[in-house]
């Protein structure tokens, strides 16, 4: 059974940037082709898509964010990663980390990031 | 503003069919698959429908996709109180070049 787990800070100051990891067990992220992604929500609000890599590198963000978001992988530890930089209060929001294919079958549980003075 | 676009509320009672709708575009429902989710609330989403139509093994019968167009809809029979959740639709958008959701319906049953 593949899961994820999110990893790194839950509170930040604004202008800071934001670096989460997500580490996969069950499935190799180099061994399949599927993308590996990240989904936020903020609190009370729906979905929203952050953005995806596969382990060769290519990636795909959401237009809104792409200025501030990079994602990385690291195919030595099996896990990757998110980095959002100028951070402020509405990117106070739950992280999700997922196995992207066209429909997204597994989750992380989620990780809590507030940004706050 | 979500670029799919769902009713934030629909509800039943124990028992009934309810349906949720999810209205896009030619460049994400129009052209490619759509895929809806259920969330508990303090959970992370569940997939309860791919491919348009097709349920992920454990999800039960009674629960069904369809898509015409620029739309999909949920449709759940008999409800149960266990399905009181947000459900939320999504879909790859080709202009965007990535994945847009809907802004999630809340399901309560009455």
């Known amino acids: 059974q593949v899961q994820l787990q999110e990893s790194g800070p839950g509170l930040l100051k604004p202008s800071e940037t934001l670096s989460l990891t997500c580490t996969v067990s069950?499935?190799?992220?180099?061994?399949?082709?599927?993308?590996w992604g990240w989904i936020r929500q903020t609190p009370g609000k729906g979905l929203e898509w952050i953005g995806i890599?596969?382990?060769?590198?290519?990636?795909y963000y959401n237009p809104s964010l792409k200025s501030r978001v990079t994602i990385s992988v690291d195919t030595s530890m099996n896990h990757f990663s998110l980095k959002v930089n100028s951070l402020t209060a509405s990117d106070t929001a739950m992280y999700y980390c997922?196995?992207?294919?066209?429909?997204?079958?597994?989750w992380g549980q989620g990780t809590l990031v507030t940004v706050s003075s | 503003q979500s670029v799919l676009t769902q009713p934030p509320s629909a509800s039943g009672p124990p028992g009934q069919r309810v349906t949720i709708s999810c209205s896009g575009s030619?460049?994400?429902?129009?052209?490619?698959?759509v895929h809806w989710y259920q969330q508990v609330p303090g959970t992370a989403p569940k997939l309860l429908i791919f491919?348009?139509?097709k349920r992920p093994s454990g999800v039960p019968d009674r629960i069904s996709g369809s898509k015409s167009d620029t739309s999909a809809s949920l449709a759940i029979s008999g409800l149960q109180s266990e399905d009181e959740a947000d459900y939320y639709c999504?879909?790859?958008?080709?202009?965007?070049?990535?994945?847009?959701f809907g802004g999630g319906t809340k399901l309560t049953v009455l």
């Open positions: 999504a879909a790859w958008d080709d202009s965007l070049n990535g994945l847009v």
């Open positions: 890599i596969h382990y060769s590198g290519s990636t």
């Open positions: 030619r460049s994400n429902i129009g052209t490619n698959t």
């Open positions: 491919s348009n139509i």
């Open positions: 069950g499935d190799s992220i180099s061994g399949t082709n599927y993308y």
């Open positions: 997922a196995r992207h294919d066209l429909e997204i079958r597994f």
